[in-house]
């Protein structure tokens, strides 16, 4: 079964009566014990195979056309156009409502994976059937007497309970779970088996909620190795694992998950003081101790020596592991559990076993352990599998094959009851620890350790559930692979193909609550939020239902069933801790299209809150290129705000950025905020509103304001500060700097490319609300009246030259542009703590808009259309002849001066390489736009997008379709990549890339 099976165009076969629907339906669905009155079998529109290598053999040719097929007389098998229906490969509909078929009314995709693990354990295979309940090692459990043998593939049928009260070394193949599979709560059981499905009907239980296993004995599985994955059988790769579409119940032992230590533990130590006496705990359990370490790996692996209370006796420590200030402690985390998962061969990445909670959300697991498994590696470019038309495996696909994890909540659906996972631990994984794919799961006190790419994923973005009371200690990153062989992951949009930096807790959405968690020794960020819905093959962009939303933010989705998920708040992050590691939280593509009329309205602010995070490090890439250090990042986000946050530095050693952002971050609110031993406190975003309200600020820069940009949505910045305190370093650690309370730097030095030029005058302003200059505002030295801002000498690139040698106020009275947007009073003070001068208020002049475009390709044939301060819509009859570059464009508005910046021909966009700097900068943005969200299916009838040529050789622009990526059309923000790789990514028909290209 399963291998070469073709489709044969469209045909449509309507087989009626009882007998012949019942013995079709159950040779395509063996699974189900399916019945029913009336169906039509359709075969594939395209020449593809849709659910590939249903039967075992090709159609047979004379089945094609628009023939039909009588049905066979009851009781028997054949029909007139084919000798059996094993020769059927088709797609079944039903056209009653007294049967169903699985996923029916589910989008292709998830049909197709369906039936990909069904066709693991067809009834064709299997060799031992359980037919009576009882015992796993009793003859009379089995047809015909027989106990499963070494390679045996099995079935518990429907109905029936098969109980496993030993420990089972002989390896067998394949386990079909139709009825129930139980494991004696009472005595030691294992079972060695190379794949095992769980089916709609059936159940697997290790252990019940009345009656967990004991803490005195082990219930294990363990993945067998009987080689390497025989991919004509198993093309997709879903086979050596745990695969469940029924119900599963695992619970363990319970036991206290990880504590905090109540002493400072140091180098020498042979005894742990933890805050509580931990439950469970015993001699021989394995433990691991937090490094603090940002710039190393100093976690220790221990084992119980001996316990008494909260003292727990080890060998002695390697590290100290210090705190940076009273009040904040590391963990120890327990990883022995007494339900065990596991691979015989762990060595041999191929080779390792995966559980994969499919489709169904009935699973309850508690107090498992699951050891060396997972095989997608993200540490290298994912390779999914690619099938040709006879369902068979292409070459060179399938090497790296995404949603193999050790523990993967796939698709079990976000408009149901929660599933459970809690007290459990994750161990030693090559991909990803717990994974949450459009599901609602609730994952509570786990522990994931030594993992590469995340411990804990949320992957699509319309995931909803928790993530509480969590430790994730230790991960790796694509980038620790350094020199020729590391993977560029720069076509990381094209495979959409996140969370493999190196991260704690990695969120594609903002659906799942995280709180109360601890993340430490991350290669990249303790926490990211990457708020942006992946594009799934067939799929199209995933997008977040609107009957997920909390009330208070439906309105975001109109009278529409879904919502850009980019465009969601954060539903909650509180009580968080971060530590050891490159960044604390890293916030992405988070709100940036969000429609004008929710813009700065508080209700849909993210709030992140009661959090702290310490002894972060500096960020390297996999080409050895190091990153400032900074706590918390921002990029491509706005309207946030945190609150009663702890970004701590090296009050000793002040470097890196408390609060730092890329050019496109805005609008954000600080409310009691402490920001401690860093070089800057906050760089303020370049757009929006700062604003700033209480909080404990001790750094060389408290508060960086830098040149902004041209504002998002015509939204000017303003930093505003109220209530503040201020800290005061040493001289030693100031090494002969000045520290200061604001620093204006607000200058053309700091301009990143061409196209911000016209940013430079954009209206800003920071103000003091209290202390000594409350109702004050700090102005830059440029912005001095007799100030010459720019020079023949160090005028930026592109300004034009009637701009240059002119003093602020000529600048102002010509051409009525400034820095800043405004001319500094005459009646201006100086502070030492104050980067800038202290005056009144400045004047700024009415808003005008230039509605014509900014960058006109043509030197000729412009035609100016603004809107005057009135809102007036003016358009000027006569054209103007452009200069190549910008041209500044005066006209006479309001009885003063005013400019227009408008560039002739095509606007250069940064020097070659610019956003690589960001490893998720530039290159990686894609944005859909809300005025267009992607349709949840695809309109029938669609003709297929062509196929994408080789990447080296740049295929044609495909049509847009329902399932297209939506770029926006911003050219800042424009993919950097091949027109191949867009059309690629654009049809969702993704090419292999040579790592190594």
């Known amino acids: ?344 061969n762990t060595s041999d990445l191929d080779h390792r076993g995966h559980v994969m909670f499919m489709h169904s959300p009935k699973v309850e697991v508690h107090n498992a352990g699951f050891y060396g498994l997972g095989r997608t590696d993200k540490s290298q470019l994912i390779n999914d599998s690619k099938l040709d038309d006879t369902g068979h495996l292409v070459d060179g696909t399938g090497t790296n094959q995404r949603g193999r994890y050790p523990v993967h909540f796939h698709r079990t659906g976000t408009t149901n009851a929660p599933t459970h996972i809690d007290g459990s631990v994750v161990l030693d994984s090559p991909g990803w620890g717990f994974v949450n794919h459009s599901s609602n799961a609730i994952m509570q006190d786990n522990v994931a350790f030594n993992i590469t790419g995340a411990s804990f994923v949320t992957e699509a973005g319309d995931e909803i559930g928790a993530f509480d009371h969590n430790i994730a200690i230790r991960t790796f990153g ?137 002894n972060l490090g500096t960020y390297s890439n996999k080409y050895g290129k190091s990153y400032d250090k900074d706590g918390i990042t921002l990029r491509y986000s706005k309207m946030i705000t945190f609150k009663n946050v702890k970004i701590l530095g090296d009050v000793r050693k002040p470097t890196g950025i408390a609060i730092n952002r890329n050019r496109w971050g805005s609008d954000i609110k600080l409310e009691n905020v402490t920001a401690t031993g860093w070089e800057v406190g906050v760089n303020t975003p370049g757009h929006g509103k700062t604003e700033v309200v209480g909080g404990l600020f001790n750094n060389v820069k408290n508060f960086l304001f830098e040149t902004a940009r041209k504002p998002l949505n015509g939204n000017p910045r303003k930093l505003i500060l109220t209530d503040v305190r201020y800290g005061t370093l040493s001289d030693t650690a100031l090494k002969g700097r000045l520290q200061y309370q604001v620093y204006d730097d607000s200058k053309f030095r700091n301009l990143e490319e061409m196209a911000d030029i016209p940013g430079l005058f954009t209206r800003e302003y920071a103000l003091l609300t209290t202390g000594p200059y409350a109702g004050k505002q700090v102005y830059s030295d440029e912005q001095q009246a007799t100030a010459i801002p720019f020079t023949t000498e160090n005028a930026p690139k592109g300004l034009p030259a009637v701009l240059i040698g002119k003093t602020t106020a000529q600048l102002w009275n010509l051409y009525g542009l400034s820095l800043g947007g405004t001319v500094a009073p005459k009646a201006v003070t100086t502070d030492p703590a104050i980067g800038g001068y202290i005056g009144a208020p400045g004047t700024y002049l009415p808003t005008i808009e230039l509605l014509s475009p900014i960058e006109y390709k043509k030197l000729t044939g412009y035609t100016l259309v603004y809107l005057d301060p009135a809102g007036r819509k003016i358009t000027e009859k006569t054209t103007i002849d452009l200069k190549p570059g910008w041209n500044v464009i005066t006209r006479v508005i309001g009885g003063r001066n005013r400019s227009f910046f408008v560039y002739g021909g095509i606007i250069p966009r940064g020097p070659a390489g610019s956003g690589d700097e960001d490893p998720f900068g530039p290159k990686h943005l894609s944005i859909a736009a809300e005025k267009a969200p992607a349709p949840k299916t695809k309109p029938a009838k669609k003709p297929a997008a062509p196929a994408p040529k080789p990447l080296k050789k740049p295929a044609p622009q495909p049509k847009k379709d329902s399932n297209q990526l939506l770029l926006n059309n911003n050219s800042k923000l424009k993919l950097s990549i091949d027109a191949s790789l867009k059309a690629q990514l654009l049809t969702g028909k993704l090419t292999p890339v040579n790592s190594k290209a």
């Open 1 to 344: 079964m399963g291998r070469g099976a073709k489709s044969f165009g469209y045909n449509q076969v309507k087989a009626q009566g009882d007998a012949h629907s019942y013995k079709l339906i159950s040779r395509l669905f063996p699974s189900y014990g399916l019945q029913g009155h009336q169906w039509e079998v359709f075969e594939a529109l395209e020449p593809r195979v849709l659910l590939h290598g249903l039967h075992g053999v090709d159609a047979p040719a004379s089945n094609t056309g628009s023939q039909v097929c009588d049905p066979p007389s009851v009781g028997t098998s054949a029909c007139e156009c084919c000798s059996d229906l094993s020769t059927h490969a088709p797609i079944i509909k039903a056209t009653t409502t007294t049967t169903t078929i699985p996923h029916s009314s589910d989008p292709l995709p998830i049909q197709q994976e369906h039936m990909a693990v069904m066709n693991l354990v067809t009834d064709e295979q299997v060799t031992h059937t359980a037919l009576t309940s009882g015992r796993w090692a009793d003859p009379t459990t089995w047809a015909d007497g027989r106990i499963p043998i070494a390679g045996a593939h099995v079935l518990i049928a429907s109905g029936v309970t098969v109980t496993l009260d030993h420990v089972d070394t002989i390896p067998i193949h394949t386990l079909r779970v139709d009825g129930t599979l139980r494991f004696d709560a009472t005595t030691n059981t294992g079972l060695l088996v190379d794949t095992i499905v769980i089916t709609p009907t059936g159940t697997l239980q290790i252990g019940t909620a009345d009656q967990p296993v004991a803490g005195n004995v082990t219930a294990k599985i363990t993945f067998a190795d009987l080689g390497p994955i025989d991919r004509t059988w198993d093309p997709l790769a879903f086979s050596r694992g745990l695969v469940s579409h029924g119900t599963v119940s695992i619970y363990g032992a319970d036991k206290t998950d990880f504590l905090e230590l109540s002493k400072v533990p140091l180098r020498g130590n042979t005894q742990l003081s933890l805050s509580s006496v931990p439950t469970n705990w015993q001699v021989g359990d394995k433990l691991v101790l937090t490094g603090t370490n940002p710039n190393a790996n100093e976690d220790e692996q221990l084992t119980i020596l001996g316990i008494s209370g909260n003292t727990v006796t080890v060998s002695p420590l390697q590290f100290d592991h210090r705190a940076p200030e009273t009040g904040l402690s590391v963990y120890v985390a327990n990883l022995t559990r007494n339900v065990i998962f596991e691979s015989q």
């Open 478 to 614: 694509s980038g620790d692979s350094l020199g020729a062989g590391a993977v560029d992951f720069r076509v990381e949009v094209l495979l959409q193909d996140f969370a493999h930096t190196g991260h704690g807790f990695w969120l594609q959405g903002p659906g799942v609550e995280v709180t109360n968690n601890v993340a430490a020794g991350h290669r990249h960020a303790a926490y990211v939020f990457w708020t942006q819905g992946i594009i799934e093959p067939g799929l199209g962009q995933k997008e977040f239902l609107a009957s997920n939303l909390p009330d208070r933010y439906k309105p975001l989705a109109g009278d529409k069933d879904t919502v850009i998920v980019m465009n969601v708040p954060i539903f909650k992050f509180d009580n968080n801790v971060g530590f050891a590691s490159a960044y604390g939280l890293n916030i992405s593509r988070h709100k940036l299209t969000i429609s004008h009329r929710f813009e700065n309205d508080p209700t849909y602010f993210s709030t992140f809150s009661n959090s702290t995070f310490w």
